[in-house]
T-cell receptor, first 115, second 109 residues
């Protein structure tokens, strides 16, 4: 079945630094990938839609300059949390949409802790 | 109004019980619907897609009511291993998959 690899699985960083999270589709092409954030005991909130070769589309209330998304190839999207603050601590999950069968597969998530 | 709404629960049921969850969606143009299962601190895993005619997979039955804009999931003969959070997902315009808050299920011996 389709596999999406997300790295790192866990990261602790200092306030003010930037963190890059990678989402890679291993055995299929994904022109579209999605980035979600989930706070403890809360729902998965869609942050942005990442489109290969074009700018990402951000959901209302999500700062595009803070959460930089790059989708440079059909198998890789990256999310960079810039100038991270403790309130950015959360579980970030990506999802890739298979271009051929339109299925959505999730990465295993990245638990970010900003101290 | 949220695009997808669910009762967060928790639903506490004994083993062997039948339990049902509902989910409502606000966008009548939503195209596809899913139930995902999420275990604590893990990513969501697809449980089943929801088809207009209703569909069953073992102990799980999903139904879609487009007129009332709700989706349901029925779990029969609950197992301890069914304890998890069940997320209702809808594909809206622009092919975005959005979720409800999730419904937490606790199955006890």
């Amino acid at each position: 079945g389709a596999v999406v690899s997300q790295h790192p699985s866990r990261v602790i960083c200092k306030s003010g630094t930037s963190v890059k999270i990678e989402c890679r589709s291993l055995d299929f092409q994904a022109t579209t990938m999605f980035w979600y954030r989930q706070f403890p005991k809360k729902s998965l909130m869609l942050m942005a839609t990442s489109n290969e070769g074009s700018k990402a589309t951000y959901e209302q209330g999500v700062e595009k300059d803070k959460f930089l998304i790059n989708h440079a190839s059909l198998t890789l999207s990256t999310l960079t949390v810039t100038s991270a603050h403790p309130e950015d601590s959360s579980f970030y999950i990506c999802s890739a949409r298979d271009t051929n069968n339109y299925g959505y597969t999730f990465g295993s998530g990245t638990r970010l802790t900003v101290v | 109004r949220k695009e997808v709404e669910q009762d967060p629960g928790p639903f506490n049921v004994p083993e062997g019980a039948t339990v049902a969850f509902n989910c409502t969606y606000s966008n009548s143009a939503s195209q596809s619907f899913f139930w995902y299962r999420q275990d604590c601190r893990k990513e969501p895993k697809l449980l089943m897609s929801v088809y207009s005619s209703g569909n069953e997979d073992g102990r799980f039955t999903a139904q879609l009511n487009r007129a009332s804009q709700y989706i349901s999931l029925l779990i029969r003969d609950s197992k301890l291993s069914d304890s998890a959070t069940y997320l209702c997902g809808c594909i809206t315009g622009f092919q975005k998959l959005v979720f409800g808050t999730g419904t937490r299920l606790l199955v006890s011996p």
